[in-house]
């Protein structure tokens, strides 16, 4: 009973350490916006890469019962195709600048009024999405 409870105080120390840090990027990429009036590519890579740690943690749980089954690791290909790469790209906003206007347009019309808001919340699914597509037979 203790072990799980330490688990799942393990998972949330886990989750605000990725918050702060999501928050130290966006606020070092902000300073340094202010005095050089252009962003920092790595400031929004952190931020990126932490909210899809968030996700993976928010799966840690399902991936530890699949890491305790014997057999080989599998990969759910339709979840992966229909699921884990359209979230990533709704996620990368690099797309949204991308020179392959199919990639872009995609971004300006379904994202684009609050496109801030919808890039965490795809960030966070790509990150839960991606470990549920491994399992074990």
Known sequence: MKKIQAQYIVYALLILLFIFLDKYAVTQ???????NYQSRNIFLLIGLLAK????????LEYFNTERKKT???QIRLGLMFFAAIPSFYLANPYFAKSPVEALAAIHHIFLRPNYINYLSIFQIIFGYVFVKCFYKE
């Open 29 to 35: 990429n902000q300073i340094f916006e202010k005095a």
């Open 71 to 73: 057999g080989k690791w």
């Open 52 to 59: 899809m740690a968030i996700g993976a943690v928010l799966a």
